[in-house]
Nanobody, 115 residues
Framework: QVQVVQSGGGLVQAGGSLRLSCAAS????????MGWYRQAPGKQRELVAA???????EYADSVRGRFSISRDNAKNTVFLQMNSLNAEDTAVYYC?????????WGQGTQVTVSS
């Protein structure tokens, strides 16, 4: 069983920054891929960024250069540093943690960017 708990998010002005955190708790074994998706009103959920245990990263074109994903393998924690936020970044952000082919999701956190 894996529990994924998110923290961070909130309201920020355009051009500002926010940091999201996500911790996966497991009783045994390790976490493989971790990452972030987001879903804006009326839109499909989309990949924001992902990171492997070895530190290889992937970013959506819309956030590359502005967002940075990192992780602490010892704590099964992943972070998303979001800079130069704009109104298009407004969405509910979901963290995921993958283990043995199963994707576990966090509860979601609202990020609202005011222009």
């Amino acid at each position: 069983q894996v529990q994924v708990v998110q923290s961070g998010g909130g309201l920020v002005q355009a051009g500002g920054s926010l940091r999201l955190s996500c911790a996966a708790s497991i009783s045994i074994g390790g976490i493989n891929l971790m990452g972030w998706y987001r879903q804006a009103p009326g839109k499909q959920r989309e990949l924001v960024a992902a990171i492997t245990p070895g530190g290889n990263t992937e970013y959506a074109d819309s956030v590359r250069g502005r967002f940075s994903i990192s992780r602490d393998n010892a704590k099964n924690t992943v972070f998303l540093q979001m800079n130069s936020l704009n109104a298009e970044d407004t969405a509910v952000y979901y963290c995921h943690a993958d283990r043995i082919g199963i994707r576990y999701w966090g509860q979601g956190t609202q990020v609202t960017v005011s222009s």
